[in-house]
């Protein structure tokens, strides 16, 4: 019984000597993973500048990441000077020449997230600590953003958020190394409740139904704030399990709550589900006190919206960006992605895309990969041509501050890709909010 | 009065989806012995044969518009139908009209040859192996396949939809007098009515056909049944065949209600397994009264009312429930003493 | 039963693979300390998992449940007291050991699938609500992380920490400071060997427990229970107990897990979790001492590493080839590696299933057999595994 998993006397022998050499090689190990004598983590040596991709490429959000990745391999396509240039050509600032970033050449590494917070904080380490990465950028949830954020603030990288919405991540937890180009849910509350106003009147009732986690209720919170300033009610918020997949339950007692708009705080297969459902109950086809019954989606995904076909037709809601924008910027880079994989990109392909151009600017303008350094110019930086009009990246929170575009569902959409209408572009001005607002502190950069 | 209605209406739904997956999952724990972790990725295999069907229907070839452009500015190009070709417009609407009800046709085919291949290439080896084993095996199956959908499909919810004339709403109030406040989708009728009739013919199936009388006689008794002499591996063949079936119809059939994608196999596994094991492991009636019995309880524990009283009921309700029966029925509302004890 | 020298012998070759592993596995480009941080750590979760599954048979499928209570509770060790790890993993150890026992208490009243229905009912339960009402404890879909000392007594715990020991040593802090052992850093390879050292020691104390009584008492529950049953010994308390060290195991890798990354999420509480050990001590060998350390290694290198492969590094790979065939070899691999490293997640536990039921170990066992001389043939008989006897567990028996 004892001897199941015997050994050969020699087999020791040999990994004794094994053990001596490794005892002896430790210090080696112990010192190298912060060796470098350019005074911040991973510093590049040689003509490469390693960049690290950290995107869902399994679970839920598979697509979306799928998409954040093409973004990725475009924008370092231009930043090396392949490809039409895309906008870089748009750009307001002219420091990026399309010869890499600082004179390296940009390669990437990438990760799969999984949309788990242990899973992206493992892959993002990984790229850190094994592929010597200088920055991590990707993303498509705040949890997993918050996550991955605070791990690169203790490693002293930058982090530049992929698709996260939550107020959170440039709020109580936003760090110095931390940067967001993306809107968040203060925004689109700023940004979607005039424009409900407007279509549906003041005197309104309405039912909120909210993903029972950070994300749901800050966005739940804002859009509450917002409509309740111009005269709604709300009848009732109720919270539903992440991942309910059936949503009847929570979608008949809406039918007797006298309520006769409902906000569906879902994001991804949840908003599919629930938004699907909700029209099959019959729900806009109903009148309530004297009104004809609305469902508003807060944030819309054009990509996930394809899940939920006819369903989101006339439907409100939030987006950070829309291949549909006829400005420079967009078009460049609605046609060097088209171009290259014969679809238009998704708000989440932008974000991620403007995110490195970015990233590299600052690098350029600051002279120098360290993250002190090359966050201070990012802090305040003002630009334009990126698509969203004139941007403010804001010292204070390192948040983008842009006009918000407040879109409805295509109702006679001219293709697969012409789901969402631009109904109002919110100026950036309207959704502009004090710093302290949110809470939370930077904290001092980390260089590692 | 309405909500009470309404929340039983959804638990009938609900509960006929999960007594459908679990049916087939006893019925193959039953009879063969095996814990087939796989079976989720069965109804997803089915869902996506209405997916497939309905991809089939809009097979095009593709003419250039002289007017039109796409969002590049290039020439839009329009894709016709080849069915549309083929058999005029009108039979071309109607078949993608009722594509999800027709895909119960290509579902039945299909599933059974998947089944089939499942069975005698894989699971048959299986047969004496341990439980811990079985699982392992089906899991990575389960996975494989999830992967090949993925791998075609995307990983994005892909919508489908019910045919027009059980498109919106029923004034289900008016039929009981209850008022105007009571709707419930067509198509969600239509589903429960379709559950039982399933669980209707397979349960006929099982008791009046000779082969049924084996089979039940198996799941009795198994070692009995092989001395007498007869063939039971090609019934086996069979019995894992008609759970992939029933399996795939009903993962077809919801696609309406509930958009599939690459996962939706492993989101109902841990439900369709505690639904098997709250009703007891190989019962087929245990498992159609646990399958109803949760679907309602799951959809009362969801109400505002339920949930005022005890926050995030709605959450943990199913597992709660299969805790309680547990703890108070050793082997679930209709288990037998010593299945799956060892 | 006396501990041979064959067991010091397994031990001291097991703890030097482990030590030395930054040198083992550097030419798979796995030598980076959060890849073998995990791989200690989860190896660790498997062998306390593999006493409670591999001895007695009893397969939990709620595991993950002591993860997550090991990791919440040295989370708030961090937060409220020391940044030092060392009470912060006596804590989530002890806590999670309370835990185990409820649990068990409960769940080991059934067996076979009753059981792993029960405990993953538990872990579900716990998982659901760490996501949602528990979010003042947990910090739901964020994670409970650590922050910098508050300095308003009225600011939530969750965003401001208070670290009462610390602050009575006078500890220093800039920003939000890391985790440390009396001082020495838990990131990196310190972190590493900090792990590996507890690992070695549970795998020894593992060895102690399957060589013992107690655990002979163990097997002897998994190959016959009703005839211990007869004999009038209650197996109960000898159940709870293997429960109540397992539980503790894993209790004592959540802590772990934030030692090295303070963080705690509450998806590691989600079944997937619970599946994922099964699945590691599975696929090494169950029943065996290495093989759910080998398993937990091979599965976290297959999500870390193998994930990573994206396009350029497969067409680089294939380099060497003419066009055509490397982009076919491309889009080939393209199936398995990068985005599709589930599929051969899914492809090896079928694999190693149909061909090594016994699991990796099964396998090195079978080629040491090949190369070994015949009279060395008694080890060879004794080693096989008592995990697979094929026939044993023919799955629905009538009531016995």
Not at chain 1, 295 to 303: A, D, E, Q
Not at chain 2, 63 to 90: A, C, H
Not at chain 3, 233 to 251: D, E
């Amino acid at each position: 019984m004892s001897d199941r998993n015997d050994l050969t006397r020699r087999r020791v022998i040999k990994s004794g000597a094994v053990a001596a050499a490794g005892a002896a090689a430790t210090p080696y190990f112990f010192s190298r993973a912060f060796a470098d004598g350019h005074g911040y983590r991973n510093a590049p040596k040689g003509d490469t500048v390693t960049l690290g991709f950290n995107v869902p490429q399994t679970g839920a959000y598979a697509d979306e990441g799928a998409d954040e990745l093409r973004a990725y391999e475009l924008a370092v396509e231009h930043l090396n000077g392949e490809g039409d240039g895309g906008m870089l050509n748009t750009f307001s600032s002219k420091a990026l020449k399309g010869n890499g970033v600082l004179g390296k050449k940009v390669d990437f590494v990438t990760g799969d997230t999984q949309t788990k917070s242990d899973a992206a904080r493992a892959s993002a380490k990984r790229m850190i600590e094994n592929d010597g990465a200088i920055m991590i950028t990707g993303g498509s949830s705040s949890g997993v953003a918050i996550a991955v954020q605070g791990l690169c603030q203790e490693a002293g990288v930058i982090f530049m958020a992929g698709l996260t919405h939550s107020n959170d991540t440039t709020g109580k937890d936003k760090r110095a190394n931390g940067f967001r180009h993306f809107f968040n849910t203060e925004m689109t509350g700023a940004a979607l409740a005039p424009v409900l106003k407007n279509a549906f009147g003041s005197d309104r009732n309405a039912y909120h139904l909210t993903a029972d986690y950070t994300w749901g209720w800050s966005q739940e919170g804002s859009i509450q704030k917002y409509t309740e300033e111009l005269g709604w009610n709300t009848t009732a918020a109720v919270r539903t399990p992440l991942g309910a997949g059936d949503f009847s339950s929570f979608i008949t007692p809406v039918l007797d709550s006298g309520a006769d708009v409902l906000v569906l705080n879902h994001y991804g297969k949840d908003m599919v589900n629930s938004l699907t459902q909700a029209v099959q109950f019959g729900l806009r086809d109903k009148q309530v006190n004297g009104k004809d019954f609305q469902i508003v989606v807060p944030l819309f995904s054009r990509l996930m919206a394809q899940g939920a076909g006819e369903s989101i037709k006339g439907i409100y809601g939030s987006t950070n960006w829309n291949w549909s924008l006829k400005d420079e910027g967009s078009q460049a880079f609605v046609k060097s992605f088209g171009t290259k994989y014969g679809f238009p990109p998704s708000q989440a392909a932008h974000t991620c895309y403007s995110q490195v151009l970015l990233y590299a600017d600052a690098a350029e303008r600051a002279g120098t990969f360290m993250p002190s350094e090359l966050g201070k110019s990012l802090e305040g930086f003002e630009f334009d041509g990126l698509g969203n009009g004139p941007v403010l990246y804001r010292a204070e929170d390192h948040q983008c501050f842009k006009d918000v575009l407040v879109v409805q569902g295509a109702q006679n959409p001219q293709s697969k890709f012409d789901l969402l209408e631009v109904v109002e572009v919110t100026p950036r001005s309207q959704v502009e909010y004090a710093p302290e607002l949110l809470g939370g502190e930077l904290g001092p950069y980390n260089n590692g | 009065m309405d909500a009470l209605f309404l929340q039983v209406l959804n638990g009938l739904d609900k509960g006929g989806a999960y007594a459908l997956i679990a049916l087939g999952l006893t019925l193959v724990f039953g009879t063969l012995g095996v814990v087939n972790f796989a079976h989720g990725a069965l109804f997803m295999f089915g869902a996506f044969c209405a997916v497939s069907l309905e991809r089939i229907f809009s097979t095009s070839y593709v003419t250039i518009s002289e007017t039109e452009k796409d969002f590049l500015g290039n020439p839009l190009k329009v894709d016709v139908p080849y069915i549309q070709e083929w058999f005029g417009s009108g039979t071309a609407n109607f078949l993608q009209d009722y594509s999800v009800p027709l895909s119960i046709l290509l579902a039945i085919v299909v599933m059974g040859f998947v089944g089939v291949v499942m069975e005698r290439g894989l699971i048959k080896h299986f047969y004496k192996r341990p439980h811990a084993d079985q699982i392992l095996v089906t899991f990575g199956l389960a996975i494989v396949l999830a992967e090949i959908v993925r791998h075609y499909y995307g990983a994005n919810p892909i919508p489908q939809q019910a045919p027009e004339i059980v498109a919106g709403a029923a004034n289900v109030g008016n039929w009981f007098g209850l008022g105007d406040n009571v709707v419930y989708p067509w198509w969600r009728l239509v589903y429960f009515v379709f559950s039982l009739i399933v669980i209707g013919a397979v349960f006929a199936f099982l008791q009046f056909t000779t082969f049924g009388m084996v089979v039940r006689a198996g799941m009795q008794d198994r070692e009995t049944v092989g001395l007498l002499g007869i063939n039971i591996e090609k019934r086996f063949t069979i019995v894992f065949a008609l759970a992939a079936i029933v399996a795939g119809v009903a993962g077809a059939m919801y696609t309406p209600i509930y958009p599939p994608d690459y996962n939706l196999g492993m989101e109902f596994l841990v439900l369709s397994f505690v639904v098997v094991v709250v009703g007891g492991m190989g019962s087929l009636g245990g498992a159609v009264l646990a399958g109803f019995l949760l679907g309602i309880l799951q959809s009362f524990a969801s109400m505002n009312e339920v949930k005022s009283i005890l926050p995030a009921l709605d959450q943990v309700i199913i597992y709660l429930v299969a805790v309680i029966i547990l703890l108070t029925l050793p082997r679930g509302l209709l288990g037998r003493q010593g299945v799956m004890e060892d | 039963m006396t501990s041979s020298w064959k067991d010091w012998a397994l031990l001291i070759g097991f703890s030097a693979v482990i030590l030395c592993l930054p040198i083992l596995l550097e030419p798979i480009g796995a030598n980076y300390p959060d890849l073998l941080q995990k791989i200690a750590i989860f190896g660790l979760f498997a062998i306390g998992f593999n006493i409670l599954f591999g001895l007695t048979g009893y397969l939990s499928f709620g595991h993950a449940a002591f993860i997550g209570i090991g990791s919440y509770m040295a989370m708030w060790s961090y937060k409220l007291l020391t940044m030092n790890v060392l009470p912060a993993i006596i804590f989530s150890t002890a806590i999670a050991g309370l835990l185990a026992f409820a649990i068990g208490y409960v769940s080991l009243r059934r067996s076979g699938i009753y059981f792993s229905i029960l405990t993953l009912a538990f872990a579900q339960m716990m998982y659901n609500l760490a996501y949602s009402v528990l979010t003042p404890l947990t910090n739901g879909e964020t994670g409970l992380q650590t922050r910098a000392i508050r300095s308003d007594p009225n600011q939530s715990l969750l965003d401001g920490d208070i670290r009462v020991i610390d602050q009575a040593f006078g500890v220093e802090e800039i920003g939000v400071p890391t985790t440390n052992f009396f001082g020495m850093a838990m990131s990196g390879y310190t972190g590493f060997y900090f792990c590996a050292v507890i690992l070695i020691l549970g795998f020894f104390i593992a060895q102690r427990i399957t060589h013992s009584n107690f655990g002979m008492m163990l097997k002897a529950i998994k190959s016959n229970q009703n005839r211990l049953n007869y004999t009038g010994i209650n197996t109960r308390p000898y159940l709870i107990t293997a429960f109540v060290i397992s539980g503790m195991y894993a209790g004592l890798a959540g802590g772990l897990m934030t030692a090295t990354d303070p963080i705690a999420g509450a998806e590691r509480m989600q079944w997937t979790a619970s599946g994922e050990v099964v699945l590691m001590t599975i696929l090494g060998g169950v029943g065996t001492l290495v093989g759910p350390v080998l398993g937990a290694g091979l599965i976290k290198y297959a999500e870390q590493k193998v994930s990573s492969w994206n396009e350029g590094i497969i067409a680089d790979f294939f380099s060497f080839l003419p066009d055509g065939l490397r982009d076919f070899m491309a889009e080939i691999s393209s199936l398995f590696v990068g985005e599709g490293w589930h599929m051969t997640l899914g492809l090896m536990f079928m694999i190693i299933v149909i061909f090594l039921p016994g699991g990796l170990m099964e396998g090195f066992r079978r080629l040491s057999v090949l190369f070994r001389r015949p009279k060395n043939r008694e080890t060879m008989k004794s080693a096989t595994i008592p995990s697979t006897k094929p026939g044993e567990s023919i799955a629905p028996r009538a009531a016995e």
